[in-house]
């Protein structure tokens, strides 16, 4: 009986042993976490630096820039979004976030670069959530596509 119970706590500390150095390797480790963060406070730095301009903008099937050629984009601080042409002025949101996708080649793929117009009819098209593709100090190239009808959106922000 003694050795029964002996070979039973043997054989639960070496199962506990071998469990405890095993290493399960998954898409949620902190290194993808931390360069997340990294990415999504150098595209806030970034943004929140002077005045942008859209550059290009291609809705699914046409080009669309000519819409917004006009308007001035400040991304500020608290996440304000404001587009003027010095005629009309429109108030939206802007966000970056972590989009927890599994492209670890790219960690600015992971983010998402949030906007959102509520009371204006022209720049609801522009409010989504877009992946970024790049960014420099004076440009940012996002990418939607769409989950209803499959289309393609670019749209590309150039600083003034």
């Not at 990415?39 to 291609?58: D, E, H, K, S």
């Not at 022209?122 to 940012?140: M, P």
């Amino acid at each position: 009986m003694k050795t029964v119970k002996l070979l039973s706590i043997l054989g639960c500390m070496l199962f506990l042993t071998t469990a405890s150095t095993c290493h399960h390797d998954d898409d949620d480790d902190s290194s993808s976490f931390s360069n997340n963060q990294v990415a999504i406070a150098a595209v806030n730095t970034t943004m929140l630096q002077g005045n942008w301009r859209i550059t290009y903008y291609f809705d699914t099937d046409h080009d669309a820039t000519v819409q917004f050629s006009t308007y001035t984009f400040t991304f500020g601080a608290g996440n304000v979004l404001t587009a003027s042409n010095g005629n009309n002025t429109y108030t939206g949101s802007w966000i970056v976030t972590n989009s927890n996708s599994s492209n670890d080649d790219n960690p600015d793929s992971d983010v998402d670069f949030n906007i959102a117009f509520s009371n204006s009819a022209g720049f609801a098209e522009l409010t989504d959530d877009w992946e970024i593709v790049s960014r420099t100090a004076n440009r940012i190239e996002l990418i939607d596509i769409s989950g209803g009808n499959g289309g393609t959106d670019h749209l590309v922000f150039e600083k003034n």
